[in-house]
């Protein structure tokens, strides 16, 4: 408990010194002016968005996840959206592991199993580095070099987690025993149960090698997730009467969506408004405030979504996310 404490703490101080930076970028009074004259019907426009961008996700794991523990579509959603949450609230990419653990709670399959979707959904999410780094020199764009190294942690995920997956279809024993290899300090006793456990993850890495069909609808929906994402931001930059080319706001917010990939502080303090001003401002040069008050805008109106529907989420599934965090569940299971 102490150091799960201890790492909210230290999330929780690094977003304030992101926030303290930020602060000393922009003008708080003009942003406030900005917010109070936005468009709210582009507001609704890009909730309608967002909601849809997630929706469409929860779809695509849906797909994944059939062949081990079928979920109705709207209980797929609603899961993901209690992992947003959780990811929301822990710095620690904790939401994935809590997706399955929903499932076991609701239907009793092992963690193990459904891991594997969790896994393969995360990485077609990445393929969005795809458009990153096609529209960067069609746009002619110069990147501060921070988000360079983020690009290249990026594309090496995406690289890795395809090997990963390829090498589950075509070489499963392989790869088990790599995965062994690497948790060569788990004592003896315990090695049956990392066989079997290694080789049930393995197995559903390789959810494409006896349904191919499934391949296109998952990188369809992957594309239309990050379009609509990209609407969203689009909207709002319309609700603050703000024009601006479409395709350097596909780059700059399927760059966001992407840096969700590593840990963030809790509930993206600082993080959010610090990286739209590297992007926007420093990257393309838009007026420094104009950027902090959409995205200040932004990280609140998705906080409160975000936060309605996971506890909605939470409460429909009837799991308690404090009794979690103190006994540790999760990460015991």
């Known amino acids: 408990?102490?150091?799960?404490?201890?790492?909210?703490?230290?999330?929780?101080?690094?977003?304030?010194?992101?926030?303290?930076?930020?602060?000393?970028?922009?003008?708080?009074?003009?942003?406030?002016q900005m917010i109070k004259d936005l468009k709210l019907q582009y507001v609704i426009i890009s909730i309608l968005f967002y909601l849809s961008a997630y929706f469409i996700r929860s779809l695509r794991w849906n797909l994944l996840l059939k062949r081990v523990q079928p979920l109705s579509k709207m209980r797929s959603y609603l899961i993901m959206m209690a992992g947003n949450f959780t990811n929301y609230l822990i710095p620690l990419r904790v939401g994935e592991l809590m997706r399955c653990y929903f499932i076991k709670k609701m239907h009793g399959t092992r963690m193990t199993k459904t891991l594997p979707s969790v896994f393969v959904d995360k990485l077609f999410d990445s393929i969005g580095i795809l458009f990153v780094l096609l529209l960067v020199?069609?746009?002619?764009?110069?990147?501060?070099?921070?988000?360079?190294?983020?690009?290249?942690?990026?594309?090496?995920?995406?690289?890795?987690?395809?090997?990963?997956?390829?090498?589950?279809?075509?070489?499963?024993?392989?790869?088990?025993?790599?995965?062994?290899?690497?948790?060569?300090?788990?004592?003896?006793?315990?090695?049956?149960?990392?066989?079997?456990?290694?080789?049930?993850?393995?197995?559903?890495?390789?959810?494409?090698?006896?349904?191919?069909?499934?391949?296109?609808p998952v990188i369809l929906f992957s594309i239309i997730a990050i379009f609509f994402d990209s609407f969203f931001f689009f909207a709002?930059?319309?609700?603050?009467?703000?024009?601006?080319?479409?395709?350097?706001?596909?780059?700059?917010?399927?760059?966001?969506?992407?840096s969700y990939i590593i840990p963030h502080p809790p509930a993206q303090l600082g993080s959010n408004e610090l990286l739209m001003f590297l992007i926007f401002a420093a990257g393309f040069g838009m007026q420094a405030d104009k950027a902090g008050a959409i995205m200040l805008f932004s990280?609140?109106?998705?906080?409160?979504?975000?936060?309605?529907?996971?506890?909605?989420?939470?409460?429909?599934?009837?799991?308690?996310?404090?009794?979690?965090?103190?006994?540790g569940e999760v990460l015991n299971e």
Not at 301 to 311: D, E, F, K, N, R
Not at 313 to 326: E, F, K, P
Request: glycine share 6%; aromatic share 10%; hydrophobic share 55%.
């Open 299 to 327: 990280h609140i109106l998705t906080g409160l979504i975000i936060v309605t529907i996971g506890l909605i989420s939470y409460s429909y599934s009837g799991v308690q996310l404090l009794t979690i965090i103190n006994k």
């Open 137 to 216: 020199p069609l746009l002619s764009v110069s990147l501060p070099a921070t988000l360079n190294i983020l690009l290249i942690l990026i594309s090496l995920l995406l690289i890795i987690g395809c090997i990963i997956l390829i090498s589950a279809i075509y070489a499963e024993s392989k790869i088990v025993s790599l995965l062994k290899k690497l948790f060569f300090f788990i004592p003896t006793k315990y090695e049956v149960k990392l066989d079997e456990t290694l080789s049930l993850f393995v197995e559903g890495l390789a959810v494409f090698k006896d349904h191919k069909q499934l391949l296109l």
């Open 1 to 32: 408990m102490k150091k799960k404490i201890l790492t909210i703490v230290i999330g929780t101080l690094i977003g304030i010194i992101f926030t303290a930076i930020w602060l000393q970028l922009v003008d708080l009074r003009t942003i406030s």
């Open 236 to 258: 709002l930059f319309l609700a603050f009467g703000i024009s601006i080319n479409y395709f350097y706001i596909l780059l700059g917010y399927t760059l966001i969506y992407l």
